[in-house]
């Protein structure tokens, strides 16, 4: 069940706002398989082919955790400086509450608490028909848990930067270079180091 409140409008003909914020209420949240639950003694293995315990490895369960709420705020602007020049940013704040089991573990909402963008555009820069991209993005640390692994992602922020040319006969040209330093971070825990990306693209258009 989630109640959300919005205002979308321009404070005046150049700058656009959209600020959003809701609260949720979630019934019945269950966990990621993450509860290790192995019990020879009591019959809870996992078992071979052949009807025997299959050493060292564990099973595992879901969890119930109840209710929980979130509440949440979004906030973005696009700001139009001149028909060649566009600024814009937006942020997106989330507070999950805390959940814990009638047998005191813990879950992680596996969400950062602040996620932030900020970014510029411009057209014809260089010669006629480029464009000119560049963006900022800043994740907050926050603590994360998936299967039987847990612990915290580091906050990161990258740089993108992306090269367009409106080329002759509908033909566009496209140079994108995401996380341009090359800030190798991991955005989930179990997931691998990223760095620098390139991707060129040609688009045409009928």
Same mark, same amino acid.
């Given at each position: 069940?989630?109640?959300?409140?919005?205002?979308?409008?321009?404070? #005046?003909?150049?700058?656009?706002?959209?600020?959003?914020?809701?609260? #949720?209420?979630? !019934?019945?949240?269950? #966990?990621?398989?993450?509860?290790?639950?192995? $019990?020879?003694?009591?019959?809870?293995?996992?078992? *071979?082919?052949? %009807?025997?315990?299959?050493?060292?490895?564990?099973?595992?369960?879901?969890?119930?955790?109840?209710?929980?709420?979130?509440? @949440?705020?979004?906030?973005?602007?696009?700001a139009y400086l001149t028909p060649k020049l566009?600024?814009?940013?937006?942020?997106?704040?989330?507070?999950? @509450? *805390?959940?814990? $089991?009638? @047998? %005191?573990? !813990?879950?992680?909402?596996?969400?950062?608490?602040?996620?932030?963008?900020? %970014?510029? #555009?411009?057209? $014809?820069?260089?010669?006629?028909?480029? /464009?000119?991209?560049?963006?900022?993005r800043y994740v907050a640390e926050h603590d994360?848990?998936?299967?039987?692994?847990?612990?915290?992602?580091?906050?990161?922020?990258?740089?993108?930067?992306?090269? @367009?040319?409106?080329?002759?006969?509908?033909?566009?040209?496209?140079? /994108?270079?995401?996380?341009?330093? $090359?800030?190798?971070?991991?955005?989930?825990?179990? %997931?691998?180091?990223?760095?620098?990306?390139?991707v060129f693209e040609i688009q045409y258009t009928?």
């Amino acid at each position: 069940t989630t109640v959300e409140l919005g205002l979308k409008g321009a404070l #005046s003909d150049r700058v656009f706002i959209d600020i959003s914020g809701y609260r #949720s209420w979630y !019934e019945n949240f269950g #966990s990621p398989l993450t509860t290790p639950i192995g $019990d020879l003694a009591h019959g809870i293995v996992t078992l *071979d082919k052949n %009807g025997e315990p299959r050493p060292g490895e564990i099973t595992l369960t879901t969890l119930n955790f109840g209710k929980l709420a979130v509440i @949440g705020l979004a906030l973005g602007a696009n700001a139009y400086l001149t028909p060649k020049l566009t600024l814009r940013g937006n942020a997106s704040l989330i507070d999950a @509450g *805390d959940l814990e $089991d009638s @047998g %005191g573990m !813990e879950l992680l909402f596996n969400t950062p608490g602040v996620i932030a963008n900020l %970014g510029v #555009s411009v057209d $014809d820069l260089i010669y006629r028909g480029t /464009s000119v991209d560049l963006s900022a993005r800043y994740v907050a640390e926050h603590d994360f848990r998936e299967a039987n692994f847990g612990g915290t992602v580091p906050a990161y922020t990258v740089i993108d930067l992306g090269l @367009g040319y409106r080329g002759a006969g509908g033909i566009d040209y496209r140079i /994108s270079l995401q996380n341009l330093f $090359d800030n190798r971070h991991r955005e989930f825990l179990t %997931g691998p180091r990223i760095g620098l990306l390139s991707v060129f693209e040609i688009q045409y258009t009928l």
